[in-house]
């Protein structure tokens, strides 16, 4: 603190030294308090890597239930359903469903001619007055003026009609038969005395049924959705077939390996994005000297327990399961594998490289060859990786421990900082206060120090 001092000898002038003119109190305060203010910002820093932390656990707890709900539909008993699956070689041309129980067996269709509709086409004209035309004995009415869409929309919102009306560039009508399949020479009869319609030369077009083999022995149909040429199955026709037969196949009764194959692409999925995503959070580093912002990376960087978790999960792809057979006791023997470590890193990040492929040949083939002992393999498997999974990631599991435990801790921080304001608050105000009288008595000082000044020059003038 500033002290005053006065001198003063015989006939020597009195000097007033060591007054705090312009003493910069504010910035005092403010170094002091931010001083004081350093464990405040300790502990904020470390809510907010806890914060972090929690954020990231809450991701990797939610990745966890979603991948536990998949791996528990492998246990579903209608995925090996018996069932009879029908293929076909070029579904875009031929495709086949089973309606029942079906012939097992590869079939050979060629189709060499679609079923259609009858066709004939009209240059339509708008009357000057309203006119009556029947078409296959329905009767329809046309008003003065009226435009050949509006006609069309009268046609096709009839219930009873036989035809269905287009309007095509220039205004001209083609209708066509709501039944595909021959017709022969008679069909859409048109009757227009008034000449709204007229029929353009050499476009009128039977109607066909649709031609097709299998097996060598020929067949027709009426509609291009055929029903009785293989017994149980219903083909669909899309096109003719010039490149030869559309091989369908009947399968015998069992499980589906399409859908087989379906869920165990799904699993794969979202087991590896699952893992991709811990692994990233367990291999990022976090910042030497971290700023503001930089608090959440690398907050689960080589988290024991997550490595632990992605270690046991990748066993378990290939690990046997006790009590079953040699060639079909783990995931391996369907299909299912990991890819091999990489790099030259460590064995703990070896150990969490490698995401899950599918062999569907392999897997389609096993399903085929061993429903019930895949179906074994893969119910024991999912039981045991839902277990691991829910353990970690299920409600009441180690991880949402872990979430709780930092919850607690960031509320204790909050209230612990809280307090701490509160306290440096009253300690800044005591400090202006001090610096208050402080200023008070710097102020009264230097008072006395100019009245000093004053009489002492009043003194040298008069010679005292």
């Known amino acids: 603190m500033s002290s005053l001092s006065i001198g003063s000898t015989v006939g020597a002038p009195i000097t007033v030294s060591g007054l705090a003119d312009g003493l910069d109190t504010s910035s005092i305060i403010t170094a002091l308090m931010d001083a004081e203010r350093e464990p405040v910002t300790h502990l904020t820093d470390t809510q907010g890597k806890l914060q972090a932390e929690e954020a990231a656990l809450q991701s990797v707890q939610s990745s966890l239930q979603q991948l536990a709900f998949t791996v528990s539909e492998f246990s579903l008993p209608s995925l090996f359903e018996s069932a009879q699956t029908v293929t076909s070689s070029e579904p875009a041309r031929?495709?086949?469903?089973?309606?029942?129980?079906?012939?097992?067996?590869?079939?050979?269709?060629?189709?060499?001619?679609?079923a259609n509709s009858a066709q004939r086409t009209f240059t339509f004209t708008s009357p000057g007055s309203a006119q009556k035309l029947t078409v296959d004995g329905h009767e329809f009415e046309v008003s003065a003026g009226e435009s050949a869409q509006s006609l069309a929309d009268a046609i096709n919102s009839t219930s009873g009609a036989t035809v269905y009306a287009a309007v095509v560039e220039g205004g001209t009508i083609v209708l066509s038969d709501r039944q595909t399949g021959s017709t022969g020479g008679e069909f859409i009869k048109v009757s227009d005395p008034g000449g709204a319609l007229v029929e353009e030369a050499g476009t009128a077009k039977e109607g066909k049924d649709a031609e097709f083999k299998v097996d060598g022995v020929t067949g027709t149909s009426s509609s291009n959705t055929v029903t009785d040429a293989i017994p149980g199955v219903t083909l669909t026709l899309g096109g003719v077939t010039p490149d030869g037969p559309v091989t369908i196949d009947v399968l015998a009764p069992g499980p589906n390996p399409s859908a087989v194959e379906a869920q165990v692409q799904s699993f794969v999925k979202l087991y590896n994005s699952t893992v991709s995503a811990i692994q990233t959070q367990v291999a990022t580093k976090p910042p030497t000297k971290p700023v503001a912002g930089e608090y959440s990376t690398g907050v689960l960087f080589g988290d024991v327990e997550l490595t632990s978790l992605l270690d046991n999960m990748r066993d378990s792809m290939y690990e046997p399961i006790a009590g079953l057979p040699t060639e079909m006791s783990s995931p391996f023997d369907i299909g299912i594998s990991t890819g091999g470590p990489t790099g030259g890193g460590t064995s703990s990040q070896a150990s969490l490289e490698g995401l899950l492929t599918v062999d569907p040949t392999k897997l389609a083939e096993a399903v085929k060859a061993n429903p019930a002992e895949v179906e074994q393999m893969l119910e024991q498997w999912s039981q045991n990786?839902?277990?691991?999974?829910?353990?970690?990631?299920?409600?009441?599991?180690?991880?949402?421990?872990?979430?709780?435990?930092?919850?607690?801790?960031?509320?204790?921080?909050?209230?612990?900082?809280?307090t701490m304001?509160?306290?440096?608050?009253?300690?800044?105000?005591?400090?202006?206060?001090?610096?208050a009288a402080l200023e008070g008595v710097i102020s009264k000082n230097t008072t006395q120090g100019d009245w000093l000044t004053s009489q002492e020059e009043s003194l040298s003038k008069s010679g005292i």
């Open 385 to 418: 990786l839902q277990s691991m999974v829910e353990g970690a990631g299920a409600p009441g599991g180690t991880i949402e421990a872990r979430v709780n435990g930092d919850g607690d801790q960031i509320t204790q921080l909050s209230t612990q900082i809280s």
């Open 94 to 114: 031929v495709s086949a469903a089973t309606t029942s129980g079906a012939g097992v067996g590869g079939y050979e269709v060629e189709v060499t001619q679609l």
């Open 421 to 435: 304001n509160e306290m440096l608050a009253q300690r800044e105000k005591a400090l202006k206060a001090t610096y």
